[in-house]
């Protein structure tokens, strides 16, 4: 059970790092699409956090405990720095993927509807993936014109 609960919170700590990026990221794009895309996201990630915090409470009777790290790997934005959003975008996409099988692992440990939820939120880290996706795509396509459209840069 103990183990059960870290892994929650760890899902929870997850969800949280999530939704900073996203919100980080939108922030510092100057492409609109794409900045309603990442807050849209954001705000995925933190319906997703609220749920895990409501299904812990839930089962064990307590508020959890988030722990600072979670081993789910996380994307990092890092304000200022130069680095091409498609690469951003692709370490998106890494993490969305790697939540889509923490949490399919995770739902094995519960049961009935509980596992359903858990599935279900692994299905919509696949389809985060899947919007990051398309818009990696798209900024590949466009960063070779980053000097003429500035859309595409991210940045001060």
Same mark, same amino acid.
């Given at each position: @059970? =103990?183990?059960?609960?870290l892994?929650l919170?760890q899902?929870i700590?997850?969800?949280?790092?999530a939704?900073e990026?996203?919100?980080?990221?939108?922030k510092a +794009?100057?492409n609109?699409?794409l900045r &309603?895309?990442?807050e %849209?996201?954001? +705000?995925?990630?933190?319906?997703?956090? =609220?749920f895990l915090r409501?299904l812990f409470?839930q089962k064990?009777?307590e508020?959890?405990v988030?722990p600072?790290?979670? $081993?789910v $790997?996380?994307p990092r934005? +890092?304000p200022?720095?130069?680095? $091409?959003?498609? /690469?951003?975008?692709?370490?998106a @996409?890494?993490? &969305?993927?790697?939540? /889509? &099988? %923490?949490?399919?692992?995770?739902?094995?440990? %519960?049961?009935g509807?509980d596992a359903?939820l858990? /599935?279900?939120?692994?299905?919509?880290e696949?389809?985060?993936f899947?919007?990051?996706e398309? &818009?990696r795509?798209i900024a590949?396509? %466009?960063? =070779?014109?980053?000097?003429?459209? $500035?859309?595409?840069h991210?940045?001060?």
């Amino acid at each position: @059970m =103990d183990d059960v609960k870290l892994l929650l919170a760890q899902a929870i700590r997850s969800e949280i790092e999530a939704c900073e990026f996203y919100d980080g990221l939108a922030k510092a +794009v100057k492409n609109l699409l794409l900045r &309603e895309r990442l807050e %849209f996201l954001s +705000v995925e990630e933190s319906k997703h956090e =609220d749920f895990l915090r409501r299904l812990f409470t839930q089962k064990f009777g307590e508020n959890p405990v988030v722990p600072d790290e979670t $081993p789910v $790997p996380s994307p990092r934005y +890092v304000p200022g720095e130069k680095t $091409p959003i498609s /690469e951003l975008l692709s370490g998106a @996409m890494e993490a &969305e993927r790697a939540a /889509e &099988e %923490f949490y399919m692992r995770l739902a094995r440990s %519960f049961s009935g509807p509980d596992a359903a939820l858990l /599935e279900y939120l692994a299905l919509m880290e696949r389809g985060h993936f899947h919007i990051l996706e398309a &818009e990696r795509e798209i900024a590949l396509h %466009f960063e =070779d014109y980053e000097t003429v459209n $500035p859309l595409f840069h991210i940045g001060a």
